[in-house]
C-alpha cells in the first residue's frame, strides 16, 4: 500500500520538523498525525480520531479551529513543546494537484511571545551558549522587544550559572554534543528548554551579522560572542522565517561591571519570587514595582535583577532619585505622563513582526504624544542623570505626525476591513468615502421616497450580504404595489424583497467603492507601517529611556512612601546600617510591629557577626535585611533605613542550612555542602556571605564542626576574609568571639518572664548563651507534661541534675526466641546516665562482643585490638 499523496507531503514537511508537533493546514482546521496527534490530544484534552492515509491502519489525528489557534499554542509552548505551523502557500483555486504547503513559522517557548507574560513585564529570553575553548560566549534575545545582548567570560562552570540564572531564560540554544552533565545542570537550575543544534553549521554568516547589526557594533566582539550571536540569529532565522527589524541594536556587556548573585541566593534573597508560592508576591520586586508603563516594570526587573558595582554609576541612579524625592510635583508629572504611555518597545516589536494592527498604531500615537509632557518636566531638572535622559529623549514628532495624520483615532482591529485611515490624509480614500457615503445617503432617503410613492408606511430598505440591498414589502400590502415599479428578488413567509435597476446600480457603486477602499486603506497602513519601522532604532531608544525614567521615578515614589533613605555609597568595606528594617517583612506584618535594627560590618573587628538566638527570634530576617539594603543601595534606589553607609559589593552569596530550606524540600545535606564549598571558594573581600544555619543538616557534633571550621576558614584565610553574617543555634561557637580575628557575637533578645520568652527582636551584643528551643515549644503550644518532662531531660543532659531520666519501671518486652516457642522476659532495665560518654560506652562493649577472633588473620587481630585500646583509653 502507499501513502496518499497528501500524507506524502505531511510526511516530507514532518520528517524537516522532527522535534515540533506539526500543525498541518487542512480547510479551517490545523491538524495533527501519528505521534503528534497523541502527544496534543493527552495535552490539549482533544479527540483523537482517524484519517485513511493510505496504510492499512488509519493515521491518529486531531485537530483544532484554526482561528482557536492560539489557546491552544499558547499551552503546548507553556508545556515545553515547540510547534510548527504548516500553512497553504498557494491559492487551493490554482493549485495542479495536491494544494502547496510549507512551515511558516516555528513557535518554541524562546520565541513564543507571550501577551500574559507581557501583562506582568516579564521579558521571554532565548539563550545560545556558545563554548569557545577557555571561553563562553552567552548572547540573549527577546524578541518581542527586540533587545539582543551579548557576553563573553572564561570558561567557569559557576559562571555560566549564575550569568544564566539571573537572565532566566525560557529555552536555551547548546550544541551537539555537549555533555549530559552540563545539559541537565542548566535544565536543572534554568527550568528553560534546551534546544541542541550542530553548531558547526548552525550559525549566520558574517555578513547577515553585520547586516542585523552594524558593523562597528560586530566589530568589537570576541570569537565566542560572536558565535553565540551567530547562533542564536541563525534560531531566529529558522524559526521566524524572517528577519526581525526590531532587533537592530547589538548590547554588548560585561558580567563583571554588575553583582553576581547565584541562583540559589537569589531564590533565597527573594528577589523577584517568593520561595514559598513562587509568585511575586511576598518578593521584594513586589515591594518595589509600582511602575507606570511596561517598560520601567521590566526595567525596574532588570536593576534589581543586576545590581551595579561601579561606585560612580551608583551615585549617579541615586542623584536622579534624590532629585525626584526631593521635588515630588516634578515626580508627580512625570508619573501622570508615564501612565498613559503604551509598551512601545512591544509596539515596536510587532510593527517588525508584521503584527501590527490600527489600534496599536494609535497607542503608539498617543504614547509619543506625552513624551513632550516628559521632556516639559525634565527640562528643569538638575541631577546628571535626569539631564541625560531630557537630552536624549527623541520626541519622534516626525513619526507622531504621520500617525496623526493618517490613522484614524478609533480604527478597526482587522486590516482587511478599511476603517483605518484618517479622513485628509489620501484623496482617493476621501473621494471613494464620498462616493459611498452619497450611496448610501441616497439609499437612506430611498425608503422614504418609496413609501411616499406607494403610500405603504411599512415599506423597508435592507440589506443581507446574498442578496445585496433590497425593498422590503410585507404580505398585508401586496396590492398596493405600484405595477412593473419593482423586480422580485426573494419571497419570505410574510414578505416580499424586490429590487430596482437603480439600486442595483447604486449598491454596485457602494460596493466596489467599499472594495477599492478596503484595498487602499490595507496599503496606506502598510506604507505607513514600512516609515514607522525605518525609524525603528530611535523609537527603541526612546522606549528605553522611558523604561528607565519610570524606574527611577519609582524608586523615588516608594522612598517616599515607605520612609527609605538615601544611603552612602563607599568603597572602604564598611557597611553600616542604623535602623535598618526589612522592607519585605515591614510590608507584611505592618511597618508599625517590625524592630528596627542597627548593623555594622566591616573588614576588622565586625567581620563576621555569629548571631545566635532562639528559633523564631528574627536571626534569619535580621540577615536578609542586611543583605536586601545593600542590594538595593546597589540598584541605586533609597533604603529602608535611617541612616545607611554601604560598602560596594561584588557578590552576594546566602545560604540556608539544609533543614532551615522551604524550597520543598529538594535540598539536601549534600547540596547545603556544595552550595559551602562554592562560597569559600568564590567569595572575596568585597563579598557580602550570609550563612543561616549552615551544618543543621546533619547530626549535631558533625554540623557543629563543620559550622566552626568554617567560620575559622573564612576569617583565616587573607584572600577570603568576606564580610559575613552567621546565624546558629549552635550557641558553643561564640567562643570564637576574641579568640578568631574579627568574629563578633551577636544575638537576639529575649526576654524571659518565669518560664515564657518574649521575642523582643532586638540584635544585641553578645552571645546567646541558650537556645530556648523548649520554650519555643512551649509558645507553639506543646502539652504541658512533654515541656516539663523536656526541661527535666535537658538539665540532666546538660549535667546540671542528677535525676534519672531513663524510666525505671519494668517494661514488658516481647522477644521471638524461634518461630515456635515464645518467651516472654520481664527485663529491669540498668539505671544510667544517659549522657554521650556513656553511649560511646556502649559502642565499645558492642564492637567488642562482635569481634569474630576465629576469622581473623593475626594482623587483623592485632589492629582491631590495638583501635580498642585506644577506644577505651578515651572513655577512662
Ligand atoms: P529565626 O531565623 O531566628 O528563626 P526569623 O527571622 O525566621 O527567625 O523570624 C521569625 C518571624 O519573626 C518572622 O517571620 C517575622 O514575622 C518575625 N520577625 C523577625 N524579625 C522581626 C523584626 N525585626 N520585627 C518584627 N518581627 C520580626
Ligand atoms: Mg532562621
Not at 491559492?91 to 513564543?112: C, H
Not at 533565597?268 to 517598560?295: F, H, P, Y
Not at 515464645?822 to 532495665?829: D, F, G, Q, R
Not at 589492629?863 to 585500646?869: E, G, P, Q
Request: proline share 2%; net charge negative.
Amino acid at each position: 500500500m502507499a501513502l496518499t499523496p497528501m500524507m506524502r507531503q505531511y510526511f516530507e514537511i514532518k520528517n524537516k520538523y522532527e522535534d515540533c508537533i506539526l500543525f498541518y493546514r487542512l480547510g479551517d482546521f490545523y491538524e495533527m498525525f501519528f505521534d503528534d496527534a497523541k502527544t496534543a490530544s493527552r495535552e490539549l484534552e482533544l479527540v483523537l480520531t482517524g484519517r485513511d492515509c493510505g496504510l492499512e491502519e488509519r493515521a491518529p489525528m486531531c485537530g483544532i479551529p484554526y482561528h482557536a489557534a492560539a489557546t491552544y499554542i499558547s499551552r503546548l509552548v507553556a508545556k515545553g513543546y515547540k510547534i510548527a505551523i504548516a500553512e497553504q502557500v498557494e491559492d487551493p483555486a490554482l493549485a495542479k494537484g495536491i494544494v502547496k504547503r510549507d512551515i511558516i513559522k516555528v513557535i518554541t517557548p524562546g520565541t513564543y511571545v507571550d501577551n500574559n507574560a507581557a501583562l506582568e513585564n516579564l521579558n521571554t529570553y532565548l539563550v545560545a551558549i556558545y563554548e569557545d575553548g577557555n571561553k563562553i560566549g552567552i548572547a540573549s534575545t527577546d524578541i518581542s522587544t527586540g533587545e539582543f545582548k551579548t557576553t563573553s567570560f572564561t570558561n567557569l562552570k559557576s559562571t555560566l550559572l549564575d550569568e544564566l540564572s539571573k537572565i532566566s531564560p525560557k529555552e536555551v540554544l547548546m550544541a551537539e554534543g555537549t555533555s549530559k552533565e552540563l545539559i541537565d545542570e542548566i535544565h536543572a537550575s534554568t527550568n528553560a528548554l534546551i534546544t541542541e543544534k550542530p553548531f558547526n553549521e548552525f550559525i549566520v554568516s558574517d555578513k547577515e551579522l553585520a547586516n542585523q547589526f552594524s558593523e562597528v557594533e560586530v566589530d568589537g566582539l570576541d570569537e565566542a560572542s560572536k558565535l553565540a550571536c551567530k547562533v542564536l540569529l541563525k534560531y531566529i532565522f529558522e524559526t521566524q522565517k524572517m528577519s526581525l527589524t526590531n532587533i537592530n541594536f547589538l548590547e554588548k556587556y560585561e558580567i563583571l561591571n554588575f553583582m553576581t548573585i547565584d541562583g540559589n541566593s537569589r531564590r533565597n534573597l527573594e528577589l523577584t519570587e517568593s520561595i514559598r508560592e513562587k509568585g511575586k508576591k511576598g518578593s521584594l520586586l513586589w515591594v518595589m514595582d509600582k511602575t507606570a508603563t511596561s517598560m520601567g516594570g521590566r526595567a525596574l526587573r532588570r536593576w534589581i535583577d543586576e545590581p551595579l558595582i561601579i561606585k560612580k554609576e551608583i551615585e549617579k541612579r541615586l542623584g536622579g532619585v534624590e532629585e525626584l524625592f526631593n521635588n515630588i510635583s516634578l515626580n508627580e508629572d512625570l508619573r501622570t505622563a508615564l501612565k498613559e504611555i503604551y509598551d512601545i518597545e512591544r509596539i515596536v516589536g510587532k510593527i517588525s513582526s508584521g503584527n501590527v494592527n490600527g489600534k496599536d498604531m494609535v497607542s503608539l500615537k498617543s504614547s509619543l504624544e506625552k513624551i513632550p509632557n516628559l521632556k516639559k518636566s525634565l527640562s528643569s531638572s538638575e541631577s546628571p542623570i535626569l539631564r541625560e535622559y531630557f537630552n536624549d529623549l527623541d520626541e519622534l514628532t516626525d513619526i507622531k505626525d504621520l500617525l496623526n495624520r493618517g490613522i484614524l483615532n478609533d480604527p478597526s482591529i482587522n486590516l482587511k476591513e478599511g476603517n483605518i485611515i484618517n479622513d485628509g490624509f489620501n484623496s482617493e480614500v476621501d473621494e471613494l468615502r464620498k462616493a459611498k457615503l452619497h450611496g448610501k445617503e441616497w439609499i437612506a432617503s430611498l425608503e422614504n421616497s418609496e413609501r411616499e410613492f406607494t403610500g405603504i408606511k411599512s415599506l423597508k430598505v435592507g440589506y443581507n450580504k446574498v442578496f445585496g440591498y433590497y425593498i422590503e414589502i410585507s404580505r398585508a400590502n401586496y396590492s398596493s404595489i405600484p405595477e412593473g415599479r419593482y423586480i422580485r428578488k426573494q419571497t419570505l413567509a410574510n414578505a416580499e424583497r424586490y429590487i430596482t435597476s437603480e439600486l442595483k446600480e447604486m449598491e454596485d457603486k457602494i460596493l466596489g467603492a467599499e472594495e477599492k477602499l478596503v484595498n487602499l486603506e490595507y496599503e496606506l497602513f502598510i506604507s505607513i507601517r514600512n516609515t514607522v519601522e525605518k525609524e525603528i532604532g530611535r523609537l527603541k531608544k526612546s522606549a528605553r529611556i522611558i523604561g528607565s525614567l519610570d524606574s527611577l521615578s519609582t524608586l523615588a515614589l516608594i522612598a517616599l512612601e515607605n520612609d527609605y533613605v538615601k544611603p552612602s555609597i563607599n568603597e572602604d568595606g564598611i557597611i553600616e546600617i542604623i535602623e535598618g528594617r526589612h522592607p519585605v517583612v515591614e510590608k507584611v506584618i505592618g511597618r508599625g510591629e517590625f524592630v528596627s535594627n542597627n548593623s555594622l560590618l566591616n573588614n576588622e573587628d565586625n567581620e563576621l557577626l555569629l548571631i545566635t538566638g532562639p528559633n523564631m527570634a528574627g536571626k534569619s530576617t535580621y540577615m536578609r535585611q542586611v543583605a536586601l539594603i545593600t542590594l538595593m543601595a546597589q540598584m541605586g534606589s533609597f533604603v529602608p533605613a535611617k541612616k545607611a553607609n554601604i560598602s560596594v559589593c561584588d557578590k552576594i552569596f546566602t545560604r540556608i542550612g539544609a533543614s532551615d530550606d522551604l524550597a520543598g524540600g529538594k535540598s539536601t545535606f549534600m547540596v547545603e555542602m556544595w552550595e559551602v564549598s562554592n562560597i569559600l571558594k568564590n567569595a572575596t573581600s568585597k563579598s557580602l556571605v550570609l550563612l543561616d544555619e549552615v551544618g543543621r543538616g546533619t547530626s549535631t557534633y558533625d554540623g557543629l564542626s563543620i559550622a566552626w571550621a568554617v567560620i575559622e576558614h573564612i576569617t583565616k584565610m587573607s584572600n577570603l576574609k568576606c564580610k559575613t553574617l552567621f546565624a546558629t543555634h549552635y550557641h558553643e561557637l561564640t567562643k570564637l568571639e576574641g579568640s578568631l580575628p574579627g568574629v563578633k557575637n551577636y544575638s537576639v533578645a529575649v526576654k524571659e518572664i518565669e518560664d515564657n520568652v518574649i521575642f523582643l527582636r532586638k540584635i544585641v551584643e553578645g552571645g546567646a548563651d541558650q537556645s530556648y528551643g523548649i520554650e519555643v515549644a512551649k509558645l507553639a503550644g506543646l502539652p504541658e507534661e512533654v515541656i516539663n518532662r523536656a526541661k527535666e531531660i535537658l538539665e540532666s543532659l546538660e549535667g546540671k541534675s542528677k535525676v534519672n531520666i531513663v524510666p525505671s519501671e519494668p517494661i514488658e518486652k516481647e522477644v521471638c526466641v524461634t518461630k515456635t516457642e515464645k518467651h516472654v522476659k520481664s527485663e529491669k532495665s540498668q539505671v544510667m546516665q544517659m549522657d554521650f560518654e556513656s553511649l560511646e560506652k556502649e559502642a565499645l562493649i558492642k564492637e567488642l562482643a562482635q569481634c569474630d577472633v576465629l576469622n581473623m588473620t593475626p594482623m587483623d587481630a592485632m589492629n582491631t585490638l590495638f583501635k580498642l585500646i585506644g577506644e577505651a583509653k578515651k572513655l577512662q
